[in-house]
């Protein structure tokens, strides 16, 4: 019943929403002249202000029209060259010629499946573009997917990425964002242990939870203290008739929406007292920037309840992959199998969602990867978000993420333009620390 309490909810606001957005529409209106003074400013912003906190966001676009490659500015294109139930591939298509195509490496971005959608990322695939040829997983919204569709869990997950590395035919570096990490070394595990020739030439592992007994964050604890069964009783509902995916087990969005927000609720309350300050001054730059941002922070998609309570379980609570009983299909996940498969990992100093060494232990489990093979990035001063976004990303993260691929891919380094930065902050190439290694706390 809570998602249907949560949509009776939305619907019992809506004549307040409508009203508070048509306010806001006569006020700003430029022939009145009400809507200039003080009071009409004011009022004005508190209209705007609240129909933006009390509408349901639906899922933003890309809106990736044009990149640089070579000093030049192109067309791109967005296509979908795979659609499965649940997840669509897109490909960021370039109007450039074939010779500088071939030239530049192809880019598999595996966004997370946890609550946002995958144009969480767009800052991700823009700063990769101008210098490969890059898709994304486009995760879907389980709520959106007939019940006919069938189950996707865990296992379903790992299917998806084993069938799209194989559409490359191993010309591909896969990088994975945060949840995806444990899904896409089980894929690469099993490709490798079964000498498929379809292995990625690289993977690099973002801020992932491939062992989260290593300083653990207030998630990973809330998984442990609570337990499988507490999941399934309290945050596990059932998809309303209004949607497509009626009759669904889900874990909602706004249930995962609400637990981002409690994290870091001061910090939002602020951010919206500091959006109605600046629609009252006028200040429409900074206002912009706030809109932009929650429009996709707030935006949320809901996940199917079997892949939500396998993961949880798998990941947070029995710690299968790096404790080495991990299965899919009943078949067991090793990493030690992965030899070919480059392998980088970064973490951001401050990451509060996933500790620093949880996706450095990677490394340790990849036993058979030679050291030239590996690469360990920790960057220091950025959270969970700017290990993938942002300008420390853009200037000091992406130039290292370049020369990794460079150097593990057939067409050669690429070119020192690209790599200008001067990788501040710790990189450790070999993969592991030259000290202890790190041990679970």
Same mark, same amino acid.
């Given at each position: ?212 007994? %290593?300083? #653990?964050? *207030?998630?990973? !604890?809330? /998984? ?7 999941? =399934? ?99 067991? %996940?090793? #990493?030690? *199998?992965?030899? !070919?498969? /480059? ?7 401050? =990451? ?90």
């Amino acid at each position: 019943m809570l998602y249907h309490w949560f949509e009776l909810g939305q619907v019992a606001c809506r004549p307040a929403r409508v009203a508070a957005d048509t306010c806001r529409l006569l006020l700003g209106h430029p022939f009145n002249p009400v809507g200039r003074t003080p009071l009409g400013r004011s009022v004005t912003a508190a209209c705007e202000v609240f129909e933006r906190t009390t509408r349901r966001y639906s899922r933003p676009s890309f809106s990736i029209t044009e990149t640089t490659v070579d000093d030049v500015s192109v067309a791109v294109r967005e296509e979908t060259v795979l659609d499965l139930p649940f997840c669509r591939l897109q490909h960021f298509e370039r109007e450039i010629s074939e010779q500088t195509a071939r030239a530049q490496p192809r880019i598999l971005i595996v966004a997370p499946m946890s609550g946002h959608f995958a144009t969480l990322l767009r800052g991700t695939v823009k700063a990769l573009l101008p210098f490969a040829d890059v898709s994304i997983t486009d995760w879907q919204d389980a709520r959106g997917v007939p019940y006919s569709a069938g189950r996707f869990d865990l296992d379903t997950y790992i299917d998806y990425i084993i069938r799209m590395l194989r559409l490359f035919e191993g010309d591909v570096h896969v990088l994975a964002v945060c949840q995806p990490t444990v899904p896409v070394m089980a894929a690469v595990s099993l490709l490798e242990e079964a000498g498929d020739e379809d292995v990625p030439l690289s993977m690099t592992l973002m801020g992932g939870p491939i062992d989260t007994r %290593i300083n #653990p964050t *207030a998630v990973n !604890r809330l /998984a442990e203290q609570r337990g499988l069964d507490w999941f =399934d009783r309290n945050v596990i509902t059932t998809v309303p008739w209004l949607h497509p995916g009626r009759g669904r087990s889900v874990y909602p969005g706004f249930l995962q929406l609400s637990g981002f927000m409690t994290m870091n609720l001061d910090r939002h309350v602020a951010a919206h007292k500091d959006l109605f300050l600046h629609l009252v001054r006028g200040d429409g730059d900074s206002a912009l920037k706030h809109k932009e941002f929650y429009d996709e922070y707030l935006a949320v998609m809901d996940l199917a309840a079997e892949f939500y309570l396998q993961t949880v379980d798998t990941v947070f609570i029995r710690h299968a992959l790096p404790k080495g009983g991990m299965t899919h299909r009943g078949q067991a %996940i090793d #990493p030690a *199998a992965i030899s !070919r498969v /480059a392998l980088m990992t970064v973490e951001g100093e401050k =990451d509060d969602i996933t500790g620093v060494g949880q996706c450095q232990a990677a490394h340790a489990l990849c036993s058979s990867l030679k050291a030239d093979k590996r690469r360990h990035r920790e960057q220091a001063g950025v959270g969970h978000y700017g290990i993938f976004n942002g300008s420390r990303f853009s200037a000091e993260i992406l130039p290292d993420i370049l020369d990794f691929i460079g150097q593990n891919d057939h067409r050669g380094p690429m070119r020192p333009a690209v790599l200008r930065s001067a990788r501040p902050g710790k990189v450790i190439d070999g993969g592991l620390p030259t000290g202890p290694p790190a041990t679970p706390s």
